[in-house]
């Protein structure tokens, strides 16, 4: 089972840390991804990190403001969202699969944080 939570309102500029955290799973053993889907939007793939925490990857929208961890002992992974725009506004869903940007790949899913932006 995995839990995202973390999320808010912010101004424009602002910064959120975002966490999912896992229970009655083997977390270590995966890659976690972060997704997003806005109103009437598809889900987009944020960004992920591989099991060992050496590899990450990042959507080019938010590359060099978000930036994605992980602390296996504590069987969490966050996602630190800083200068945070109005675009960055969705539900944001943390989920456990193999590495990729591709939502068909990740198997497990949380139930998704809503993070505000306004303008």
């Known amino acids: 089972q995995l839990q995202a939570f973390g999320g808010g309102l912010v101004q424009t500029g602002g910064s959120l840390r975002l966490s999912c955290a896992a229970s009655g799973l083997t977390f270590s053993f995966w890659t976690v991804g972060w997704f997003r889907q806005a109103p009437g939007k598809e889900r987009e793939f944020v960004a992920g990190v591989s099991w060992s925490g050496t590899s990450t990857d990042y959507a080019d929208s938010v590359k060099s403001r978000f930036t994605i961890s992980r602390d296996n002992a504590k069987n969490t992974v966050y996602l630190q969202m800083n200068d945070l725009k109005p675009e960055d506004t969705a539900v944001y869903y943390c989920?456990?699969?193999?590495?990729?940007?591709?939502?068909?790949?990740?198997?497990?899913w949380g139930q998704g944080t809503q993070v505000t932006v306004s303008s």
């Open positions: 989920a456990v699969g193999q590495h990729s940007t591709s939502a068909q790949r990740y198997n497990y």
